[in-house]
């Protein structure tokens, strides 16, 4: 049985509403009918240019926006059908790397808060245990523990992402989808971190959706590649697959479009 | 002993009955705190439920408060509210501090109500959902630490303005009842000596001019104080 099972899944934001509610003036269909499953262990890269939809399809497979149409199912549990207190319950198996590593950090929460929050909400333990387990996860992304009584916007945009991957990791989770996490980060500083990605996910046996717009990236991580356009699937196979002998022109024209840059 | 001017013995006079204007100042200056920081404390409580409720849930609950609840108030002026209040229920400490916070919470409530729609959509706040974080958590966690500095400033300025009107609501006769001393009521009384005894007007005037502010003062520097980035740059 996959990690993750999406069925159908559609999400269609209105445009425009007015204050007394309704009055819709139109529709974007972000993601359309979209089917795959992920494989436990494994990370299945998801490409595809701006406004393609993938980062809402990330959100999505956490249900952390509600799907118009659909389903998704979660280590064998339809997450659709949970209720707010089971969903809560159940993030502890699903995290989320962000995009921006300044925006997704609170900027009034010291660095050693922002990582043991998760336990907070989800453990019982004392201090010093939560202080120890937040010690740990600092030397996991290679952070130094002086970093902890820090505030966010004291570091480097690659220091910034680690706390978040750090936090993302303190509850031992299963799967994580992480959206562009390199993106906002420049070439060097990004591939220490798909390095640190791909390190942790031997050592935590994790499972990605790895979401970016660059090829050479998802190649350099992903086992499968999902190519997504306009909200469609256009095509999903192995990483060597995809790569080597894309089928879909829009794949062909990914390809071709990204410099080949090493990482 | 009646309407002396200032002295050494009496430093800003005395009024029509003899009694110390000094003394009085000082006197009114607990009702104008006790009333200002009441009013605040129960019209920013008030303001703080309401607005986060209506910002963070958006939807019917925010269009019903937004539109209908805070529209209906904020067309009355407030002192109006209060004059209506008391008037119905009588004067006394009480039901001025309730009379003038039913009519202060709207502004409050409004200002949060802004700050939380613009904060909701911040990514943090989705990461703290993404972790399972409830929505109290979120709420009194991550979006109100981010959004207190304009609350606090608007409080702090909110108490200048609820000393002003413990000062107009006691200048009319429907503040804290008399000998009880307050500076609108000192203000009243010395309306007769405007010309004759003008130390009578002046001195309750200035000490409602310094409190209030005082109180606008005293929001900017909070403001300061409480942004973590400007603190580190002052190195504290």
Redesign the interface.
């Known amino acids: 049985m996959a990690l993750v099972e999406i069925r159908n899944l559609r999400k269609v934001f209105p445009l425009g509403e007015s ?3 309704g009055g819709a003036k139109g529709e974007v269909t972000a993601v359309d009918d979209v089917s795959f499953d992920i494989e436990r262990g494994e990370t299945l890269g998801l490409v595809g240019e701006s406004g393609s939809g993938k980062s809402t399809l990330g ?1 999505l497979v ?1 249900r ?1 926006i509600e799907p118009s149409s659909g389903s998704i199912r979660f280590d064998g549990r339809d997450l659709l059908a949970l209720s707010g207190k089971e ?6 198996d699903m ?2 790397i ?1 995009q ?1 590593p300044f ?6 929460m010291r660095v050693e808060d922002v990582i043991a ?2 336990l907070v ?2 453990e019982r333990m004392n201090r010093a245990t939560r202080r120890s387990r937040v010690a740990e996860l600092l030397r996991a992304v290679g952070l130094d523990e002086s970093a902890r009584q820090r ?1 966010p ?2 570091f480097s945009g690659g220091q910034r992402q680690r706390v ?1 991957i750090a ?1 993302a990791l303190a509850l031992r989770p299963k799967f994580i989808v992480a959206d562009e996490p390199v993106s906002a980060l420049d070439v060097s500083v990004g591939a220490q971190i798909v390095n640190l990605l791909a390190d942790l996910q031997r050592e935590f046996a994790l499972t990605y959706l790895f979401i970016s717009h660059s090829m050479p990236v998802v190649r350099y991580l992903a086992t499968r590649i999902a190519v997504m356009y306009r909200g469609k699937l256009v095509e999903l196979g192995n990483a060597e697959q995809i790569t080597t002998e894309p089928k879909h022109p829009y794949t062909r024209g990914l390809l071709e479009a990204i410099p080949e840059i090493a990482v | 002993m009646r309407l002396m001017p200032p002295s050494s013995a009496h430093w800003f006079g005395t009024d029509e009955l003899g009694r110390d204007i000094l003394s009085r100042i000082i006197y009114g200056a607990r009702i104008s705190m006790l009333v200002g920081s009441s009013v605040v404390a129960a019209a920013l409580g008030l303001g703080l439920i309401i607005g986060s409720v209506a910002g963070f849930y958006g939807g019917r609950i925010d269009r019903f408060v937004n539109v209908i609840v805070m529209n209906a108030f904020l067309s009355f002026p407030g002192i109006l509210i209060a004059i209506a209040f008391v008037a119905f229920r009588g004067p006394g400490i009480f039901n001025l501090v309730v009379a003038l916070s039913l009519g202060g919470w709207v502004g409050y409530a409004r200002l949060v109500r802004a700050q939380v729609l613009a904060a909701r959509e911040r990514e943090f706040v989705e990461a703290a959902r993404a972790l399972g974080a409830s929505d109290l958590r979120i709420v009194v966690r991550h979006i109100l630490p981010n959004i207190i500095q304009p609350i606090i400033v608007q409080a702090a300025i909110g108490m200048a303005g609820a000393i002003l009107a413990e000062a107009t609501m006691s200048f009319l006769g429907l503040g804290v009842p008399p000998p009880t001393a307050s500076w609108g009521a000192m203000l009243n009384d010395s309306r007769a000596h405007l010309f004759d005894a003008p130390h009578l007007v002046a001195f309750p005037a200035l000490a409602v001019m310094f409190a209030v502010l005082s109180f606008n003062f005293i929001g900017d520097a909070l403001r300061d104080f409480l942004d973590p980035r400007s603190r580190m740059e002052a190195g504290l």
Do not use: K, N, V
Request: no cysteine.
């Open positions: 204050m007394f509610g959100r956490l952390l969903m809560r319950h159940l993030r502890r995290q989320i962000f921006d925006g997704s950090l609170d900027p009034r929050e998760p909400i989800h505030f916007h004291e978040g936090r």
